[in-house]
């Protein structure tokens, strides 16, 4: 018998992140059957021990090295058994019933590929959370930063900055894979995430699939989830800039032309330059 959700959270050295947001899942989840899948990601710190001997109901991949997001999150995916797929961050954590909530605006949603919840920091501040697709005109406002202008949100920019968006549902191209609700059944007509992206863009490409395939993305302020950010990434600083512009190249790679390959490199370009100097001025 299939149960209503498996939760599957990746861990690379954040064991007491890991802690709290499992604990956090297991006082708040109610009113839906579930499994919590942990994959582990080569950890040194003694993450894995922890859920073994905190977690015993937890169903643990303790992998010998750091395989990356997608693959991890994969591995999870091939053993759940949920109607659901949950995929968690680890440096996310609960503050009340997210998951029953999500399964109730899922059952809502026409043609469900994804649904993600309102992302809050600590701090109770909204989190850009969503966004469209990185087409030309999309890359090079966010390469501009005319999409943080005010009204940006109007233009459907890559990145999705202006709180008042996430102040109710929308219908995006893509969300953060930091907390997403996928029907299994969709993702048994997609596949999983691509293992070749090792982390960052990995959500966007994913969409991407998904929305060719019919079905649509959807965001909610229904339920909130905290999310620390970063809690696996703070240890490479740099790693979110130089992963996000090459997930775009990828992504044009694999989706795009020749052509329109080489016009997002230039954008790209320009907005590297555009970077260095504006934080070359702001003494960063």
């Not at 977690?55 to 591995?75: H, S």
């Not at 007509?189 to 929305?211: A, H, P, Q, S, T």
Request: proline share 4%; charged share 20%; with cysteine.
């Amino acid at each position: 018998m299939k149960i209503d959700l498996s939760v599957i959270i990746v861990s690379w050295n954040t064991n007491k992140l890991l802690e709290d947001c499992l604990s956090s899942v297991y006082r708040f989840t109610k009113d839906v059957s579930f499994e919590v899948i942990v994959v582990d990601n080569g950890s040194q710190d003694k993450s894995a021990d922890m859920v073994r001997q905190k977690f015993p109901q937890v169903k643990l991949i303790p992998n010998r090295d750091n395989l990356g997001f997608t693959k991890a999150n994969n591995q999870g995916i091939k053993i759940a058994k949920g109607k659901y797929i949950l995929l968690l961050n680890s440096d996310t954590y609960l503050i009340e019933n997210s998951f029953s909530k999500l399964i109730k605006k899922a059952k809502t949603l026409q043609s469900l590929g994804v649904l993600a919840p309102q992302l809050l920091s600590q701090d109770r501040t909204i989190q850009q959370s969503a966004g469209f697709f990185p087409h030309l005109p999309q890359v090079f406002w966010w390469m501009t930063f005319i999409d943080d202008l005010p009204g940006g949100q109007f233009l459907r920019p890559y990145h999705v900055d202006h709180d008042s968006f996430y102040n109710k549902d929308q219908n995006v191209d893509w969300v953060t894979a930091a907390a997403i609700l996928v029907p299994t059944v969709v993702i048994n007509k997609v596949g999983g995430l691509d293992e070749k992206i090792f982390m960052y863009g990995e959500e966007v490409e994913w969409c991407y699939r998904i929305k060719k395939a019919g079905f649509e993305i959807y965001f909610t302020p229904a339920t909130k989830i905290i999310h620390i950010g970063r809690g696996s990434s703070n240890q490479i600083p740099t790693s979110a800039f130089i992963g996000e512009y090459k997930a775009v190249i990828y992504f044009y790679q694999k989706h795009k032309g020749r052509f329109s390959l080489q016009m997002a490199r230039f954008f790209l370009k320009i907005g590297a330059l555009l970077r260095i100097a504006v934080f070359s001025i702001l003494g960063r």
